[in-house]
């Protein structure tokens, strides 16, 4: 949907552990790309706990493996009623096995990097301990001068990513392809969603207007995956989150994938 900000709500631990690593992977490139380097550090971190599987999390490869399954078998079965998408279908069934194939083996230079990098590693530790001697404040001071060379700390690991951000890239936009867009309206700011028992769903997606978004206006969901609490609330510069009591009309779908 054009000229809307989308936002993911995963009912399942699995698209859990695929959202965070999509959205990990983003805020990676992206700090990257801006020559970010205390951003770029942060996100390596996060994307090093969802790859190894830290800290409560699963290790995510698998997880991305799952998905991709799930999506093939919900293809193929959709083949056996719409004959006349099928050599659409297999395409897509054969670019899913590719990606497959290509993360089988994990990403192991991608993880080695993460686990024995030394500044990810110094990174780290600034986050863990209680640091009296001034270890955080000298490494900030220090990553301007190490970024002076960037490329050559960076790059390795970006190109050890390469398949899974294809494989990450390939199932995102999948993920939007089996459902049409539900239009819904907040009365009085608040709502509700029954998913169907029968089909069970992986992710929730809300899309609000890019405008509502800029005036703060966010959604908050509650529930499980057999009743779902749709409340907006906002958010205004300097103060307190307050619930949002007018009307709001959103779009949302139900993604009957990774339940």
Sequence with gaps: MSDTVQFSFPLSSRMRSFI????????????????DGPSWLHAACDLRTSLIGDHGRKPVVPEVIALLQDVETYLNGLSKGAPHYQDHIRKACDNIQHHIEQLMPGVPDAARILENDALLGAYLNTQKKHDWLGHKLCLHQSIKAIWNHSEERTLPLHRALVPL???????????????????????????????D???????????????????????????????????????????????????????????????
């Design 20 to 35: 965070e690593l999509r959205d990990g992977l983003a805020c990676l490139e992206s700090a990257h790309g801006a020559h």
């Design 197 to 259: 028992r029968k089909a069970p769903c992986g992710l929730l997606v809300i899309a609000l207007p890019e405008e509502a978004v800029a005036d703060g206006i966010i959604p908050d969901i509650s529930g499980n995956r057999l009743a779902i609490r749709v409340r907006f609330q906002q958010w205004l510069p300097g103060e307190k989150t307050i619930d949002y009591k007018k009307d709001q009309p959103y779009s949302m779908m139900l993604i009957p994938i990774g339940g």
């Design 165 to 195: 951000c294809n494989a990450v890239d390939t199932l995102d936009g999948m993920l939007n392809d089996f459902v049409s867009w539900k239009k819904e309206v907040a009365i009085g700011g608040s709502g509700h969603i029954t998913p």
